[in-house]
T-cell receptor
């Protein structure tokens, strides 16, 4: 298996622009997580999907952030409009087991908002 | 109460030495304690995990020690190697909102010098 696939790997954009991050979970995994990693706040859970349905979006920082999972093999995280404080590494992770205990992380997207 | 406190922030060990990373938690509802390893430019990957009903788990050179009464757990890396140089995250799993949510520590950057 190719593991969790994320694209792009790096994104540089200007403040105010729309940014879309993409994730393909491991085939057969029914849970998907979006995380944000920064030096100041560490790894933060943004949103959790189960069977393509958003279950917990309490970590989404504000309305500028939105996430979708139109099918079992694809998810997006969108930031509109982007701000410099959104600069971070964004990880997607997927899980198969019922308890979602073992999460498999993608390589991340490093986002820089100028 | 949902925090996991990790120390030290960084650690330098000589090749062949023992690396020890400590974590503490408050919430006794946590029921699963994994450690993740992250290399530069990569996503975190599950290294080893323990449940609170055992005091120790060993996998190769990696050992988790768990002290339920003190609400502390630690990762020991025996015979540390330069290839172990990475950032290590402890985590705790909390069943809430219908799923197991991982709460991560802040991370420890380990450097093993030859």
């Amino acid at each position: 298996d190719a593991g969790v696939i994320q694209s792009p790997r790096h994104e540089v954009t200007e403040m105010g622009q729309e940014v879309t991050l993409r994730c393909k979970p491991i085939s057969g995994h029914n849970s998907l997580f979006w995380y944000r990693q920064t030096m100041m706040r560490g790894l933060e859970l943004l949103i959790y999907f189960n069977n393509n349905v958003p279950i917990d979006d309490s970590g989404m920082p504000e309305d500028r952030f939105s996430a979708k999972m139109p099918n079992a093999s694809f998810s997006t995280l969108k930031i509109q409009p982007s701000e410099p404080r959104d600069s971070a590494v964004y990880f997607c992770a997927s899980s198969q087991d019922r308890a979602q205990e073992t999460q498999y992380f993608g390589p991340g997207t490093r986002l820089l908002v100028l | 109460q949902q925090q996991v406190k990790q120390s030290p922030q960084s650690l330098i060990v000589q090749k062949g030495g023992i690396s020890i990373i400590n974590c503490a938690y408050e919430n006794t509802a946590f029921d699963y304690f994994p450690w993740y390893q992250q290399f530069p430019g990569k996503g975190p990957a599950l290294l080893i995990a323990i449940r609170p009903d055992v005091s120790e788990k060993k996998e190769g050179r990696f050992t988790i020690s768990f002290n339920k009464s003190a609400k502390q757990f630690s990762l020991h890396i025996m015979d540390s190697q330069p290839g172990d140089s990475a950032t290590y995250f402890c985590a705790a799993s909390l069943v809430g909102g219908g799923y197991n949510k991982l709460i991560f520590g802040a991370g420890t950057r380990l450097a093993v010098h030859p």
